[in-house]
């Protein structure tokens, strides 16, 4: 078995059963307990699982924690960075589009400035500061109202009412969590619900998340992996996480921290 293929199981059996040990999982491979160790270093420096005495365990908050946008905002920053420059090349001047709330979404509202005659519809109280402050006089910032979350984001019945009536050519959606079973994922029910609208309301989904989203599973789910027509991610995604996302979104990209694409982008 190659350790790919061996790290593949391992991670398996540490979703099905919360927790493993080197010595059983040596014993079940027929390999060392240093090869075993090896294995649960690469899957924890990739944020997969949390190394334990003698073991390991799931990582990850609970399904319901919900960080602060300026807490988020200071994590990853390079690969945000590197995630809206991508993202900012799909947009087109006098574009109607939306950006849901968080921080890689921010990021990409930094780049949107200069762009002629776009429509932006949005939620996040901070993406409409940004455009408000530094945009175009002939953009639209279009802010929904509702119910402000701990993230910045306006989220419920308000919001969801908001975006109903709306036909927007892009919508570019900030992820709390991606999973192969849960789909991509939010730790608060409202902002799924208000994040399923933004989905409907747009011709085309533009996902933006770092590698660190992958494997972490918030309470809601907002749409299914195949929903998303295009992911933009990072280049430290987890083998097994970019096989997956590339047999069921519609196209995989991947940047560097630089903002260069590397030759793994899957189309």
Same mark, same amino acid.
């Given at each position: ?12 059996? @540490?979703?099905?059963? +919360? =927790? &493993? #040990?080197?010595?059983?999982? /040596? ?8 090869? *075993? ?15 334990v005495h003698g073991g390991a365990t ?28 991508r993202a900012a090349e799909l947009v ?48 639209? @910032?279009?802010?929904? +109202? =509702? &119910? #402000?979350?701990?993230?910045? /984001? ?8 908001? *975006? ?104």
């Amino acid at each position: 078995m190659l350790a790919r293929q061996r790290q593949t199981a391992i991670l398996d059996r @540490v979703r099905s059963a +919360g =927790g &493993v #040990r080197v010595t059983e999982l /040596a014993a079940e491979f027929g390999v060392s307990d240093m090869t *075993i160790r090896r294995d649960l270093e690469t899957l924890h420096e990739q944020g997969l699982l949390a190394k334990v005495h003698g073991g390991a365990t799931l990582t990850g908050p609970s399904s319901t924690d919900e960080p602060g946008f300026h807490a988020k905002a200071v994590r990853q920053s390079a690969e945000k960075a590197a995630i809206a420059n991508r993202a900012a090349e799909l947009v087109r001047p006098g574009a109607a589009i939306a950006l849901s709330a968080g921080t890689t979404t921010a990021e990409l509202a930094r780049r949107l400035v200069d762009v002629p005659g776009l429509t932006v519809v949005t939620n996040s109280l901070p993406v409409a500061e940004i455009l408000h402050m530094g945009g175009r006089p002939d953009q639209t @910032v279009v802010l929904t +109202g =509702g &119910v #402000r979350t701990p993230s910045d /984001a306006l989220v419920g019945p308000l919001a969801v009412a908001a *975006i109903a009536s709306l036909h927007l050519d892009l919508l570019f959606l900030g992820v709390h969590g991606i999973s192969e079973r849960a789909g991509f994922t939010t730790p608060n029910l409202m902002e799924a619900d208000t994040d399923r609208a933004l989905v409907a309301a747009a011709d085309r989904l533009v996902v933006l998340a770092d590698h660190t989203k992958w494997g972490t599973v918030g309470i809601s789910s907002i749409v299914g992996l195949d929903a998303a027509d295009v992911l933009v991610t990072d280049d430290r995604l987890a083998p097994e996480a970019r096989r997956v996302l590339d047999e069921k979104v519609g196209e995989l990209v991947i940047v560097r921290a630089t903002g260069r694409l590397t030759e793994e982008a899957a189309e």
